[in-house]
């Protein structure tokens, strides 16, 4: 059996229930971080870097070149490591094309400053991009439902993998909400579709996981493990049916926890709020009465 062709590794950050990944090319040894995350305790105020300097000290380890930071969406439960990262290790920060519409949404909502545009990322990948890591092309795959700016990073292979953001859990747990702002279901279920279309080995490397006791984190499936058994969306479920119990199940759900604070990071690339005079940096969370 030949070598794999890329290297892959994979970190669960407990207190967010989200998932890194490290790709990287064997031969040349180019890498990319994907979904890289900037720990925050929201009732402290404190912002550290243990996360993210795991993914730093693989990347040494392995002696990886880093050219790209990539993010499948604009998280609203954690804070990204992009800029961070970048400073570290180098690398370009990248996201969906779709991330405009989401910055246009919250801009106002938050009063956010520059960049809240495409400025805020160094690249934005539309459907069918390439992103050229060493030997290795990853194609862009626009999945939309969860957010407009949903995005897939597909590696073809055998097997290959696919890096889904929050639009698949893990089998049990289920599939991404579509209740924010430019979300919907019917988007979400074709998108899942889509990644369902892929051969049955292709490795699913998942964003996030909240295991139940007794459950190791899952940081990675199979599409045909998720087409037969998700419980949301497995079995042949249907896209009426699908719908329903989707936007059943959001209106039961609370707003995220990290909500606004990671809204002000990750629609300026991960970058922190600017300092006051007395070199301070404040989060905003609009205020609404109760109905």
Known sequence: ????????????????????????????????????????????????????????????????????????????????????????????????????????????????????????????????????????????????????????YYLPGEPGCVFVGDTLFSPDYGCARADFPGGDAVQLYRSIQRLFALPDATRVMLCHDYPPAGRAPCLETTVALQRATNVQVGGGVSEADFVARRQARDRQLAVPALLWPSLQVNLRGGRLPEPDAQGRRFLRIPLGLSE
């Open 1 to 152: 059996m030949s070598a794999s062709p890329y290297l892959l590794e994979s970190f669960h950050d407990p207190a967010t229930g989200t998932v890194s990944h490290l790709l990287a090319c064997a031969r040349t040894r180019r890498a990319a971080l994907i979904d890289p995350v900037l720990d925050f305790q929201a009732n402290s105020g404190k912002v550290h870097t243990t996360s993210a300097q795991r993914l730093v000290e693989r990347v040494r380890a392995l002696e990886l070149s880093v050219d790209w930071l990539l993010e499948t969406h604009a998280h609203a439960d954690h804070l990204s490591a992009a800029v961070w990262l970048q400073r570290e290790v180098g690398g370009r920060i990248a996201i969906g094309a779709g991330i405009d519409a989401v910055q246009a949404h919250f801009q106002p909502v938050l009063g956010l400053g520059e960049p809240c545009d495409a400025r805020a990322f160094d690249q934005l990948f539309a459907e069918d991009d390439k992103v050229p890591v060493g030997d290795l092309r990853l194609q862009v795959l626009h999945t939309p439902g969860h957010t407009p700016a949903c995005i897939s």
